[in-house]
């Protein structure tokens, strides 16, 4: 049975990296997904488990020959999901969380239609903000930065498949949970694996 792809996007400070580590620790199926950067490794970190860290040369051209179903450039790094390897993940069973913005979501949604969008939304603006100021280490400017883009995140939900408040973390988890568990009960999903059982091979 083919695996699943779950794309996750939320504006920083929705609570984002909580959530996704709970669902993981939860779910030993679902496998994060790995991702080529031009960054070098940080302490502890381990090529082909953590990112498969490549040059910025080798980046460019994984992106030029079209090898990467997605990729953005950030804070002058490169970020980039190779299609082989999600194809083969999934091909294999392998259930893969993606943790995007929503331009790398839709990239990913048009290389796999099968994947599944699931955006987590702030209980209001005003408590966006909240959170963000509680983390009190972000600078006035930093702290403009990440509401404006926040801000511009949610006018793309719309094209989501589902919607995930985390107002409370342990009703978020538990939503997150059930829509993975419905995405692994679809027909398209189980039938061909189950058919054999039901249909006689010689009607």
């Known amino acids: 049975m083919p695996g699943e792809i779950f794309v996750i996007t939320a504006p920083s400070g929705t609570g984002k990296t909580t959530l996704l580590k709970s669902l ?22 381990v090529d082909g488990r953590d990112y498969f860290f490549v040059s910025p040369a080798e980046f460019r051209r994984l992106a030029d020959t079209g090898a990467l179903a997605e990729w953005v450039e950030q804070f002058g790094y490169g ?7 999600v194809q083969e993940r999934v091909d294999s069973g392998a259930d893969l969380v993606f943790d ?5 979501g839709r990239a990913l949604k048009q290389e ?6 699931i955006f987590i939304l702030p209980p209001s603006l005003e408590e966006l903000e909240r959170r963000l100021h509680g983390r009190g280490r972000l600078d006035p400017e930093e702290l403009a930065r990440r509401l404006a883009n926040g801000r ?18 342990p009703t978020a988890l538990a939503d997150l949970q059930a829509i993975v568990r419905a995405a692994r009960c679809r027909t398209a999903q189980l039938w061909p694996q189950l058919a054999r059982r039901f ?4 009607p």
């Open 100 to 104: 995007l913005d929503s331009r790398g």
């Open 79 to 85: 970020y980039g999901t190779s299609r082989q390897w």
């Open 24 to 45: 993981m620790a939860a779910d030993p199926r679902l496998r994060f997904s790995i991702s080529y950067t031009t960054r070098s490794p940080r302490p502890g970190e």
């Open 199 to 202: 249909l006689l091979e010689n």
């Open 152 to 169: 511009a995140e949610l006018q793309e939900v719309s094209w989501y498949d589902y919607l995930v408040v985390n107002d409370d973390l």
């Open 112 to 117: 796999f239609p099968q994947a599944i969008l």
